[in-house]
């Protein structure tokens, strides 16, 4: 994490990268419109939609995941260097940044922070806005990609495996009523994978719509998930985005090593052959 004030300070370091990542999975353009009333100055905006998914087939989700290099490309032309420091917000308690967060780190850049706080926390300081759509100086140099990921995936086909041999947990960030199968606003499927565990991202919240302390969150990942360690948990959600919420709040808490199922529930159910559990 990142205080507002420790943004405020390096507003003109050319070491740093800010990025915009506002969002409504309800409305795609509710994002790049608040961003061009207004942006943290320097700002770059990127569409989770547009800029941040791969084409879909039907067959791989809502928010299917770029290729790594198409990753480093996008974020080349946007500014982003080797060892840049970049800073990413939203202003829906870390939600979409969370995503941005993980996406850096899996694609090899781990000098990125998450402003705490989000949005909100810049307006309260009384920080600089500045409207419109920044115009960012693409990088010469190609980013570094390296050949292992930083952070693990699992595929569809190794969840669907874990049924009849489990060896980890699945746990669902998605609100316990969609978990359970009560309502389904966004996929024409109900329910939730057999065996999966839930937790709500919204559990990682605190007051202002800030991470709660680490050794809080700690204690209630630990309650959930007993003797299940981090490297055995892999996070779902609906589209893979609310699971890195999730993640990232385990890494607040020193709760290191889990995965992602990118396609998550979107996924899943894409294919009718595979099993629903709904209670």
């Known amino acids: 994490m990142i205080s507002a004030e420790q943004v405020q300070a390096n507003l003109n370091n050319s070491e740093w990268l800010i990025l915009d990542v506002r969002h409504d999975l309800a409305d795609h353009q509710a994002g790049r419109r608040a961003y061009e009333q207004g942006h943290i100055p320097g700002a770059v905006f990127l569409d989770h939609e547009l800029d941040l998914a791969a084409p879909k087939t039907g067959l791989n989700g ?111 960030a998605r609100a316990a009523e969609r978990y359970r199968g009560d309502v389904e606003p966004m996929d024409p499927v109900a329910g939730h994978i057999p065996d ?32 299940i360690s981090a490297e055995m948990v892999v996070h779902q959600c609906g589209s893979g985005i609310t699971a890195c919420h999730n993640l990232f709040a385990m890494e607040l808490a020193g709760l290191s090593g889990s995965s992602i199922y990118p396609g998550s529930w979107s996924e899943w159910v894409s294919d009718a052959s595979r099993p629903v559990a709904r209670s």
């Open 62 to 172: 809502r928010h299917p995941l770029p290729s790594r290099q198409e990753l480093a490309q996008l974020l080349q032309k946007n500014g982003l260097r080797d060892g840049m420091q970049v800073v990413v917000y939203d202003a829906q308690g870390s939600l979409f940044a969370s995503h941005m967060w993980w996406m850096l780190r899996w694609l090899g850049h781990p000098q990125v922070a998450i402003l705490d706080g989000g949005w909100q926390a810049w307006q309260q300081l009384g920080g600089a806005e500045e409207s419109g759509q920044a115009k960012p100086v693409p990088a010469t140099a190609k980013l570094s990609v390296p050949e292992q990921a930083a952070m693990p995936t699992v595929q569809t086909e190794q969840v669907l495996k874990n049924l009849s041999k489990p060896i980890f947990t699945v746990l669902d």
């Open 196 to 227: 999966a565990l839930n937790r709500s991202h919204l559990n990682n919240l605190g007051e202002q719509g800030r991470f709660k302390p680490a050794d809080q969150l700690r204690q209630e990942f630990q309650d959930l998930l007993g003797a």
